[in-house]
């Protein structure tokens, strides 16, 4: 099973006005985008856990945080800092701890909510079995 994770630089013009960042999906995502949130005001860390289905690109609007995620070798921990993205592919583990008071987290999403929750693995041993570790 191939999983996908990458970080990346979002793009920003500066003018005497404002700095406009840029997200062409094209060249971050390889599926359709069906849903939209944001993570903010957060207190404490997110749950932890993978979609078997579910693709997703977070982009970090402001502040700092950190994303754990795991794409097949071990969990790492991974600094997000405005303007920074990560793209997050069906399998890896993912979540979010050590938010600033700043922090916004913009996600995008391939799938829309499942109330059931049945695309979601929230145990890590369930899911290093799933991929093969």
């Given at each position: 099973?191939?999983?996908?994770?990458?970080k990346?630089?979002?793009?920003?013009?500066q003018?005497?006005?404002?700095?406009?960042?840029?997200v062409?999906?094209?060249?971050?995502?390889?599926?359709?985008?069906?849903?939209?949130?944001?993570?903010?005001?957060?207190?404490?860390?997110?749950?932890?856990?993978?979609?078997?289905?579910?693709?997703?690109?977070f982009?970090?609007?402001?502040?700092?945080?950190?994303?754990?995620?795991?794409?097949?070798?071990?969990?790492?921990d991974?600094?997000?800092?405005?303007?920074?993205?990560?793209?997050?592919?069906?399998?890896?583990?993912?979540?979010?701890?050590?938010?600033?008071?700043?922090?916004?987290?913009?996600?995008?999403?391939?799938?829309?909510?499942?109330?059931?929750?049945?695309?979601?693995?929230?145990?890590?041993?369930?899911?290093?079995?799933?991929?093969?570790?």
């Open positions: 099973m191939k999983l996908k994770f990458e990346t630089k979002i793009k920003t013009l003018n005497d006005k404002a700095a406009y960042g840029f062409e999906l094209k060249d971050f995502v390889d599926f359709e985008v069906k849903r939209v949130y944001y993570i903010h005001n957060c207190k404490q860390a997110t749950g932890q856990h993978c979609h078997k289905e579910e693709k997703e690109l982009v970090m609007q402001a502040g700092i945080c950190t994303a754990i995620i795991d794409s097949g070798a071990g969990k790492e991974v600094r997000l800092e405005t303007g920074d993205a990560i793209y997050v592919g069906n399998y890896v583990w993912h979540g979010f701890k050590d938010f600033s008071e700043d922090a916004m987290v913009l996600a995008m999403s391939s799938t829309n909510y499942m109330e059931d929750r049945s695309d979601y693995v929230e145990d890590y041993g369930e899911y290093k079995k799933l991929i093969g570790n």
